[in-house]
């Protein structure tokens, strides 16, 4: 049965199709998207006509582009078998409908077709999607009423379509009834929940209807579709937490709450990806607290708009959200690890010290003290060495500076701060992530959480200062690289491809440094002539892959020198090669290294004869 506010759509709808006369005009269904009138029009028909589908035909116009299209769609809803081998025997579907007819396509009509085959009712959902001319399409659906007497259903969202002359005239003409529909959450809900597999899952999101109900109306969408996507991405979350998560129900509660809430404005493009990054959590609503006569950001709008739900709640990291929103992405260990730190699971005696304080808000004022006292002591004794780590530190120390709790002034953190970096970097015991793969650093959080005071002058200077530091450690491992890759390219030549071609599948993190500047000129030469051709073949081709697309003008600039002064080498070697190694060698550098002297590939061309032919070879 449909919900108070649409008994009016399914009373005209049963008396409709009670009519004994032909009533030659259809009815007009309309309402946004998602609100739920394809829903709402298939319960009414099943209820109408049970499981028997032969008294209606029902037809998507959704990307109809020409008449012939929607003939095709009208055959498939009226003889579903056609849409297998014999519509491919026959050609076109409305031809393999045809010939099942037994009509001639020459006396092709809708009054042929009606008159072959009768359904109780004609339905074209998706009208505003056609992408054919409305006129046209209106015009094919008048022929059912207007000369075959049937009775005819349209579905659309008039507000899509639009002030167009044509639509309003042919409009008059063919809808005599226009009924608009609203969102029965109440029914859709319960259809939604009811097709979640997992029985847990099930069991939750129907225990939680009204937090969700409450939710929906705040939002204001009236959008059953984005509740339908917004309650089956929530099963996927939650079949992947561990038993224990899944039993507390106040973290569970939490989680679906700001799930649902950020869903729905994701969905509805009130809030983007930055806004989720930047713009959620205790630090981006304290910088919205001092920024009174700014506007409002998306997500403080959203904050408003839910009065019951804290946006900003911590239970998972923005990344994390972003992962699961944006990307579809739900990564299993990261959620779980997540919500063991999170305040629901964590046991304060066994989380980091600067967790603790970060999660200030949370803790007790014991609790928070003892943390504080072990993070300084850490600090004092240099213990913690990740990046990520040391960062969150920097940042917990000017915030803590700011509000009296640590007695120093912003200038005497920043000090002490890079004189922690300078001694971890001096003491080789930094941790950094290898250059080219990913840190979540660069989202102004690690570990989950959101770094404290990331948007001030002073914390980025400490981080600028890190960086530095990292690079120069980075750099001292130059030579040792150096010669790893030097001894590979006799050992597994294969691997020193996957490892300095920028156009291997496998990129490292020699990709884009200029690592091979360390290396002797005659050490690479002498190597690589020793080489077997096949594996000579090979370097090249990761040679002319790590210098191509400009890279010796941007992030290998400091190894031109060097491969200029290889390619000069090898020139030198040629005279005392033999023909046949000299002729290889001539090619090698003519094919494999333009990007070093593209002048000098050109002369060492002419020193080929020109009836030999200077393709290059296949790799």
Not at 330 to 339: G, K, S, T, Y
Not at 386 to 401: A, C, M, N, P, Y
Not at 474 to 484: F, K, N
């Amino acid at each position: 049965m449909a919900n108070k506010g649409n008994k009016h759509v399914w009373d005209y709808l049963a008396y409709y199709l009670k009519l004994t006369h032909a009533p030659g005009f259809a009815v007009l269904l309309s309402g946004p998207w998602g609100v739920g009138k394809t829903y709402l029009l298939k319960a009414f028909l099943k209820q109408q006509f049970g499981d028997d589908a032969a008294n209606y035909v029902y037809v998507s116009l959704y990307g109809l582009s020409t008449i012939e299209e929607i003939d095709d769609a009208l055959f498939q809803a009226a003889f579903p078998a056609l849409t297998g081998k014999a519509a491919k025997v026959a050609g076109r579907v409305a031809k393999a409908g045809l010939k099942f007819l037994r009509v001639d396509p020459g006396e092709w009509s809708i009054k042929e077709f009606l008159s072959k085959f009768e359904a109780n009712v004609y339905v074209f959902d998706d009208l505003e999607r056609c992408e054919a001319p409305i006129n046209k399409v209106l015009g094919y659906i008048n022929q059912f009423v207007e000369h075959a007497g049937a009775k005819v259903i349209i579905l659309a969202n008039e507000k899509e379509i639009g002030a167009d002359n044509d639509y309003a005239r042919r409009r008059e003409k063919l809808i005599g009834k226009t009924l608009q529909v609203s969102s029965d959450f109440n029914a859709a809900f319960a259809h939604f929940a009811s097709n979640i597999d997992h029985e847990g899952a099930r069991s939750f999101v129907q225990s939680s209807l009204a937090d969700i109900a409450t939710i929906y109306t705040q939002s204001t969408l009236n959008n059953l579709r984005i509740l339908q996507q917004t309650m089956w991405d929530f099963e996927r979350l939650f079949v992947v937490l561990s038993p224990e998560h899944q039993a507390n129900t106040d973290a569970m509660a939490t989680l679906l709450r700001l799930l649902v809430v950020l869903s729905f404005e994701y969905k509805a493009a009130r809030i983007t990806e930055d806004d989720i990054l930047v713009g959620r959590g205790m630090a981006a609503m304290m910088r919205a607290s001092f920024a009174k006569d700014e506007p409002k950001t998306p997500i403080a709008l959203s904050s408003e708009r839910y009065p019951s739900v804290d946006i900003n709640d911590d239970v998972l990291s923005n990344q994390l959200l972003v992962d699961y929103l944006v990307r579809g992405i739900v990564d299993a260990n990261a959620i779980r690890a997540e919500l063991e730190a999170s305040r629901f699971f964590v046991k304060v005696a066994d989380e980091q010290p600067w967790r603790t304080v970060w999660h200030w808000m949370e803790r007790s004022d014991s609790e928070f003290d003892a943390a504080l006292a072990k993070m300084e002591k850490q600090f004092e004794e240099r213990a913690l060495t990740q990046d990520g780590e040391i960062l969150h530190v920097l940042g917990l120390r000017l915030f803590l500076s700011d509000r009296g709790i640590l007695r120093l002034s912003r200038a005497e953190v920043v000090a002490q701060g890079k004189q922690y970096i300078d001694d971890v970097c001096a003491a080789k015991s930094i941790q950094y992530p290898p250059p080219g793969e990913f840190s979540e650093l660069r989202f102004q959080g690690w570990g989950g959480l959101g770094i404290s005071e990331h948007d001030t002058a002073e914390y980025k200077e400490l981080r600028l200062h890190l960086t530095a530091a990292v690079q120069r450690a980075v750099e001292e491992t130059y030579p040792t690289q150096a010669i790893d890759l030097l001894s590979e390219m006799t050992s597994d030549v294969e691997g020193f491809y996957r490892h300095t071609s920028l156009t291997h599948a496998d990129a490292s993190q020699y990709i884009r440094a200029p690592v091979l500047a360390q290396l002797g000129v005659d050490d690479f030469v002498n190597v690589f002539l020793a080489l077997h051709p096949g594996a000579q073949h090979v370097v090249m081709m990761a040679l002319k892959g790590r210098y191509e697309y400009g890279q010796l003008d941007r992030d290998l600039k400091e190894e031109r020198p060097w491969i200029t002064s290889v390619r000069d080498a090898l020139v030198e070697r040629l005279p005392s090669l033999s023909p046949i190694s000299r002729y290889r060698l001539q090619r090698h550098i003519e094919w494999y290294l333009q990007a070093v002297h593209p002048e000098a590939a050109s002369e060492e061309k002419e020193t080929v004869s020109d009836e030999e032919d200077a393709s290059e070879p296949e790799a």
